[in-house]
């Protein structure tokens, strides 16, 4: 999953690029609304936290210009003025969920992971396909009820290919939410991922998780 | 109460007219009264003349003709009346018309004088008397007193009749005049009722300003009202904004030293209460804001616009299904289209967004809100279908940071900042149970 923050403080800003890249997203920073915008137009995140006091271009007007140009990933506005005026106005404007500073780490990760799921159409936390089940809130993948061990990598292919069931993903999506904005696209690492999931969810090649479509991508094809 | 202007003017320009038709009346009445009796003297004096002049001498004796030349002298009770005596108050002659005619005494008057006198003679007489010296070519000069006398039965009842036909026009233009007095009244003292109806619009919420429609000498007035209610608004705002600031403020670094606490390595227990103390920084900023910013409620009801409900109550509902979008929750806004509050809307969408709020997290599917209205109060229910809140703990629930359900995140401060707020208003919360099964949240909220 691909995360965009954008906080004008610079040390709480670091505070959730830590936190949320060791929740397994790749994230981009931006510290003031004018370069919000410019990462939130150019790269497909899958979610975005936007500080509503930001310099330049405030977080209301970002989140318009967002949702007028149909970048429609879900966002998390973090406030630090808890009075509703706000919060109805920053959800008016666009966003989709709000949290009022200071805020738990925790509480702001459980509330992405609900949002991400929400925006592909999942309400439960347990993505489910087939025989596999993956628990967006332990990250913990079971085949056959058999628990299975992924690398980081590994488990971001496989929850956003969950999260997107049926639809042919191109290695340039998948490239782009997973890895940040400076990852080199060209090189092959994508195509041993994949091969390294089929391998671990399917060991004796007997159903086919992930297909391939020669020049289109990949998809996710248990029901 | 002082009297109003009006009643002040009313009395005032009344007694007014009163006084200067009456006195205007008393001086013609009088001019009249004594213009006809002068004219009456006048002609008491004439007639005196010509007896004078018909006069005639009998040896040295005053004789008057039996027959006058003035008819009226001739006939019996015709009015006016002439009598001659002598000095010693002895009658020498009198006109045939006063045959009949009872005079009580006769007054001496000098020689040479006229003397009027008002006389009862069976009926209300002017008397003139003169006395004269009747002096004869030969003989001795005697002395006479001659009385002419006139009836002013008629003179009278030419007064009174002048009289009533007086204060009878008298009473009509005063009445006339009263009426217009008070048209103009109700003309000139139009604009400061315009003024007391707007100014009424504005508390009640159909107006933000003072028109400016209004005569030069109201309108430093009003001009100064709409400067006062327009600068309220933006010291309110200033206010407002001021403390907005210093929460964001304060709440960023609070949010940096809560991400601190968990990466410092600390030990747990310390952690623990570093992240105990910062959650009471917290709440302490939270409330003492909310209760700064409730303060300034309903400190001057003109300044505040009114707002209308129902749009405010679809926004919040509209926000909130996006934010609990997991749960489906459906909303039903029973709110009237014309319902408004006087109240600033962000204390109003602090009040009904905590306690929606705390609806959507209690209910299993279904919230509703309706508000009804009297002369008195206005008051707004939000009902659930979720757990409802035990008897037990309706009276605890409200308190500070109490909760009855904790179950949901959140600093479980909602409900109280919303009392504060609806106290800020003299209004009233209540807790109950809603026929939707769960909880009913009340708010009365007085209309004046």
Request: some cysteine; hydrophobic content about 40%; aromatic content about 6%.
């Amino acid at each position: 999953m691909r995360a965009l923050i954008v906080e004008d403080e610079p040390q709480l800003r670091q505070q959730l690029a830590d936190a949320i890249s060791d929740a397994g997203y790749s994230i981009d920073q931006a510290a003031d609304g004018q370069e919000g915008l410019y990462y939130g137009q150019e790269y497909p995140y899958d979610i975005a936290i936007i500080d509503l006091g930001l310099p330049k271009l405030n977080g209301i007007e970002l989140i318009q210009r967002l949702r007028e140009q149909k970048h429609n990933y879900p966002i998390l506005i973090l406030t630090a003025r808890a009075n509703w005026q706000d919060k109805v106005e920053g959800l008016e404007a666009g966003a989709d969920d709000y949290l009022v500073k200071p805020f738990h780490m925790e509480e702001l990760l459980a509330r992405l992971n609900a949002l991400i799921r929400r925006a592909a159409g999942q309400a439960n936390p347990v993505l489910s396909a087939g025989y596999i089940q993956l628990d967006t809130r332990t990250q913990q993948v079971l085949a056959r009820k058999q628990a299975i061990n992924l690398t980081a990598y590994e488990y971001k292919i496989l929850e956003y290919l969950m999260l997107n069931p049926q639809k042919v993903v191109s290695k340039t999506e998948l490239t782009e939410h997973i890895y940040a904005q400076d990852y080199d696209r060209d090189s092959n690492v994508i195509e041993v991922l994949i091969g390294r999931l089929r391998k671990k969810l399917d060991p004796h090649n007997q159903e086919n998780p992930i297909t391939t479509l020669r020049g289109r991508g990949y998809q996710l094809s248990l029901n | 109460m002082a009297p109003s202007i009006r009643k002040r003017l009313l009395v005032s320009l009344t007694l007014f007219i009163i006084l200067s038709l009456g006195l205007s009346g008393y001086a013609l009445d009088h001019a009249f009264r004594h213009s006809a009796e002068t004219a009456l003297v006048e002609k008491l004096k004439a007639h005196f003349y010509s007896l004078l002049a018909a006069s005639d001498d009998d040896n040295g004796k005053l004789v008057m003709p039996e027959q006058l030349s003035d008819p009226l002298f001739n006939q019996l009770d015709s009015g006016l009346y002439a009598i001659i005596s002598t000095a010693e108050q002895q009658e020498t002659w009198r006109s045939p018309s006063a045959v009949s005619l009872n005079i009580p005494t006769l007054p001496k008057t000098d020689t040479g004088q006229f003397r009027l006198q008002h006389l009862n003679a069976g009926g209300p007489v002017l008397m003139l008397s003169y006395g004269i010296i009747w002096e004869p070519e030969e003989g001795i000069e005697r002395h006479y007193q001659v009385y002419v006398l006139q009836s002013t039965q008629t003179l009278l009842s030419e007064i009174a009749e002048f009289r009533a036909s007086l204060w009878r026009w008298f009473c009509g233009i005063a009445i006339l005049l009263i009426a217009l007095q008070g048209i103009i009244m109700h003309w000139a003292l139009a604009p400061l009722r315009r003024l007391a109806k707007e100014i009424q619009a504005i508390e009640s919420g159909q107006k933000e300003q003072l028109s400016d429609r209004y005569p030069a000498e109201l309108t430093t007035v009003t001009h100064n009202l709409n400067v006062l209610i327009k600068n309220e608004r933006h010291q309110r705002q200033r206010y407002r904004d001021t403390l907005a600031d210093l929460a964001h403020s304060l709440k960023t670094p609070l949010a940096i030293l809560r991400g601190l606490t968990l990466k410092s390595g600390n030990r747990e227990e310390d952690q623990q209460s570093l992240s105990e103390q910062l959650a009471r920084m917290d709440e302490i900023v939270s409330h003492q804001l909310q209760r700064a910013s409730a303060k300034t409620g309903r400190s001057n009801p003109l300044s505040i616009p009114p707002v209308r409900l129902k749009p405010l109550a679809d926004k919040l509902l509209r926000t909130l299904s996006k934010v609990y979008a997991d749960k489906a929750v459906e909303t039903v806004n029973n709110i009237a289209d014309n319902f408004n509050y006087r109240a600033d809307e962000r204390d109003l969408l602090e009040v009904l967004g905590n306690l929606l709020d705390n609806a959507f997290k209690a209910c299993n599917r279904h919230v509703s809100i309706t508000a009804q209205s009297d002369q008195r109060q206005l008051v707004i229910s939000i009902n659930d279908d979720g757990g409802g809140i035990p008897e037990a703990q309706l009276s605890q629930v409200l308190g500070r940071g109490n909760r009855a359900d904790t179950r949901h995140p959140g600093q479980g401060l909602g409900l109280t900042v919303a009392q504060d707020i609806i106290q800020s208003y003299h209004g009233k919360l209540t807790l109950g149970r809603s026929r939707l099964g769960g909880a009913q949240v009340q708010v009365e909220l007085p209309l004046t």
